[in-house]
């Protein structure tokens, strides 16, 4: 879903390397939640694949940003993800962050976390250039 480079999670890559890693595989523009393009579908497809090889290695954590709205909009199917899940080594925990989380997720988890939006600075992000 994020493949913009003006994002904490990129920008701090080089000050916490070695023990931080980021792969982005999302456009930068922001993908239409209504009307996913294929490039978007491939684009995420090719992240799962990533993941997964990614847990050939034994991370000690894999944050999957946005995995669970990739779900919910049809990039990838949730079918995929839990099989994804079945293959998570032991010693391995895995974060999947993102609004709309499929219940067959939520009810794999162990935690599950409701961020509720309180308050929203949208014209200062709009300011800046930034439009959602």
């Not at 523009?29 to 050939?56: H, I, T, W, Y």
Request: aromatic letters at 8%; one cysteine or more.
């Amino acid at each position: 879903m994020k493949g913009r480079k003006d994002i904490g999670e990129y920008k701090i890559r080089e000050r916490l390397a070695p023990e931080y890693e980021i792969y982005q595989f999302g456009r930068p523009e922001f993908v239409d939640l209504e009307n996913p393009s294929e490039e978007d579908r491939d684009l995420a497809r090719k992240g799962l694949l990533f993941a997964r090889e990614c847990l050939k290695r034994r991370p000690h954590l894999l944050v999957l940003d946005e995995l669970a709205l990739a779900c919910y909009v049809g990039l990838v199917s949730t079918e995929e993800v839990l099989k994804l899940l079945d293959e998570v080594p032991e010693g391995t925990d895995v974060v999947i962050t993102g609004r709309y989380a499929p219940p067959e997720l939520i009810d794999r988890a162990d935690v599950v976390n409701m961020i509720v939006e309180v308050k929203y600075p949208r014209e200062t992000y709009n300011r800046i250039g930034i439009n959602w």
